[in-house]
């Protein structure tokens, strides 16, 4: 420790006596580490941004989409067929043990007035089961119970865009809205979820019990009363995804008579696992955008190699008057690879300075999200100190193998 | 001198370097001793070897055969590091450059050689200041070698000799660099330590002025001990600088 204090104050010391040789050797580590950082912070940003998204659908989702079916040779595409209905949705939640929660909706486009406004969307016509489904809250008043559903109230949940066009600032909760001639009392606005991984407005929605909706509002399956849109499926858990998605297959075939050998007339689809491949693809990016900053942190290291060699040959006096006075082979190799780490961690600590300012800048004028987590920082100033082992290693021991005698003749 | 106990023992020492194919017979088979306490010059014309000698009583270099014994031990077979450890505790060197750190001061000059013991901050620079009081530098501690004159620099590498208490001191034509009046105060230091201190000195010359200082003189040429003379009355450097005119009355104060 002793001798650790010491070789840094000489270490200090030298770099001192060459200032503008030592901030220019610096200044390719700085460029290197804040590189890494601004980059690791960008790409973090981007795998947090759909991570954001990815739960804003709602976690463990599975979404149950009428299929297509085949008459007579014409194959119908999907959903133009009534296939599920509100009773494959409580078959669902009853005997599937790896699904926790089902919700069956419908949907449709409506024109909601106000007043003397009115807004275009989607109505949603939904169970509460949605709520716990879609990780939803609200924003205010209340979300519509089981006996609105089973009354067929005329209850309506508006999404913040909607709620904004028609209202303004003003709380929706209480007024009523007029859809298709029909009134709705607002019962509550949903908490808002920005935009979907597709780029959709998720706050564009008016959200109505299904039973309303599809009696007032978007007029119910003349074939099939109880047909619905589509069913919102959540598993118990991320690892039981996949055995909800046998179990509800096995039984919506049984449910639908559908002989082994046949094709499913519903389609079914794993969300979440859909956009896990865009955050493992954001994460890629990530790890090469990393990879292409340490590039510049290698040339840095480069940069400090030279510097040293260029110093050990400078100094090969001194060098052979501490070997004359006692320094050992050791002595020799700490010196100057201290001096080169100490050239690099300081390079890494004005990086990372950089690199956090840089990472912020971005942030606020590309309107870019960037994310610099500790880990990436002390990475940052690991590999730093590691960048000068490695390369200050070289010209130390070439330093600590001169032989004295022609190292103090050395002119 | 007789009855003292051989600090450097010697025995057929020689050493031959490669010069291409040729090889260069440098040293042909040497014999001497040392006392502990004596004051030797070892003179010789360049390329009588002395130079080469000089470096294996410095451990700075192996004798290609022959045996080396420093106070008791011997050395011929010693490793990088271990020759690096015996320089450090019995060996100090004084050289013609006077090899100081520049924009390093006095004292953290005299302190290298501790910096590769185990002596603690505080000690090391004790008995820095301890040495640079022993060469009259006493209140020179924060001076850099840039601020001191020739005769300063080579008293500082006096003093860096000293602190880790060798039991030789090898001066490699301390006064080439200097003027005569310098030369001979440090040839006064060298003394006074010589006495004071009972180290021994080696000091390797080609000037008789500086030999004459010394007890004994050892003469090579052409890689052989060609004469090993004892002084009966060697020179009092103290008693000759008080002869000279007095230019730096406060230097010749502190010799």
Redesign the interface.
Known sequence: M??LI?SMKIAL?ALK?NRTRSALTMLGIIIGVAAVIAMVGVGAGATARIQDQIQSIGSNLIIVLPGSISSNGVRLGSGAVVTLTEDDAKAIAAECPSVSAVAPTVRGGVQVVYGNSNWATSAQGVTPDYMTIRDSSMMSGQFFTAQDVDAAAKAAVLGETVARNLFGDSDPTGQVVIIKNVPFTVVGVLTPKGQSPTGQDQDDVILLPISTAKQKVLGANKANAKAVGSLMVQAIGPQAMDQALQEMTALLRERHRILPGLEDDFTVRNLTEVFAAQETSAQVMSILLGAIASVSLIVGGIGIMNIMLVSVTERT??I????????????ILTQFLVEAVTLSLLGGIMGIVVGLAASLLIAHFAQWSTQVSPLSVLMAFVFSALVGVFFGYYPARKAAYLD??EA?RYE | MSGMAAVIEIKDLVKDYKLGEVPVHVLKGISFEIERGDFVSIMGPSGSGKSTLMNILGCLDRPTSGSYKLDGISVGKLDRDELAEIRNKKIGFVFQQFNLLARTSAAENVELPLMYTDTRARERHERAMKALVAVGLAGQEDHQPSQLSGGQQQRVAIARSLVNQPKIILADEPTGALDSRTSIEIMAIFQRLNREEGITMIVVTHDPDIASYSNRNIHFKDGRLQRDERLAQPGEARKDLEQLPAEQPEELASV
């Open positions: 002793n001798k010491a010391r006596v006096r001194e052979g008057l501490r070997q004359a006075v006692g320094a050992k082979t050791r002595d004295p005698i103090l």
